[in-house]
């Protein structure tokens, strides 16, 4: 199966040096080629050049460009998009002025989800989370990490563990598996929380791990959700089954997440919003990464991370969309892209590595994913004709993506 892209108005996204992730400092330079063509061999992208050296092979599928700009595929490296239903009651709610921790206080948010989840069999969810797979594979998203975290009990963490292998055997996209046991403590807990950790630790992840269901686990280390002594403990638990920490830290406020993640080696500490100078101070120099999730800051109405700061110490950022029933309701990673230009000050081009290549390594996959490189994965899309790529985040509502590959294929609707 070959493929060649032609009359490629630019691509973007060349990393041949295929770095592992871009740091602050280099965020803002990205080769681009002009006027250009793509091939891809068996799903990897095998060569591109300009137009005026077109190669002449045997190719089994010619897809014109037409002049549109050729962009790798979003790496979206926190998403919880296996749910039951909605919660647009809480939405309402937050119009008339409840809080987040509010509403979760008085038994809604994730345990709302919990409840619904509980009631949903396994294959309503896996149907339910299909259309939003299908929904962010349409809007240029090419690898997907999804978490656990809606079941709170050992069968309903397995149930959605299952779906999400699930979506990960039956769709072209890179799909990893983060368990989340440790997202809020359930109605029956309250009050011993503690006695819930020891739960996650003695009995759900022994469970989880027999099934091979999570490469990752995380931890919502944060004012009314877990401390960071209980994180230490989920966190030191899981290594000893190979499982890798992504934590949520410092959203509702300064909780110790970040230094914490940072000290246990985790892959990334995510949302952040609460951050200053001894959160950046401690990534510096580390390979855990920030993952900055603008789209919960949006819609939460909460202060956006101090994005700029984290750059310049040179962090690899990473953006992602969190896609969640109660603090994210979308999966679009250019409107991702698009807030932290706007909200965050970020470059298109700095958005553009957060949202790739550094949420690639936000998964451990930017060996394979994440920039316009010869021997990667063929995951791109192509747009309709546009004055220049920072047209893209700048008209951030237009459709413009016209084809999506996945694999080195034109992404057709299961
Ligand atoms: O990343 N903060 C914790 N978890 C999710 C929200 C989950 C929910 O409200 O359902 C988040 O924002
Ligand atoms: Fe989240």
Redesign the pocket.
Known sequence: MKLLVKNIGTIVGIDTARRERILGSQMDSMERLDNAWLTAENGIITAFGTMDSYPESEVFEVVDAEGGVLHPSYCDSHT?IVYAGSREQEFLDKIHGLTYEQIAARGG??LN?AARLHNTSEDELYREAMERVEEIIAMGTGAVEIKSGYGLSTEDELKMLRVIARIKRSTPLAVKATFLGA?AVPMEYKGRQQQYVDKVCDEMLPAVAAENLAEFVDV?CDRGFFTVEQTRQIVTAAAKYGMKAKI?AN?LDFSGGVQLGVELGALSVD?LESSGEAEIAALKGSKTIPTL?PG?AFFLGMSYPLARAMIEADLAVALAS?Y?????PSGNMRFVTSLAAIRMRLTPTEALWAATVNGAAAMGLSHDYGSITVGKVANFFITKPISSFEFFNYAYNTPLISKVFLRGRVYKKM
């Open positions: 919880h948010g994730i989800s997202h919502f949520h959203e949302h999730l919960a969190d969640n029933p109660g603090s994210s």
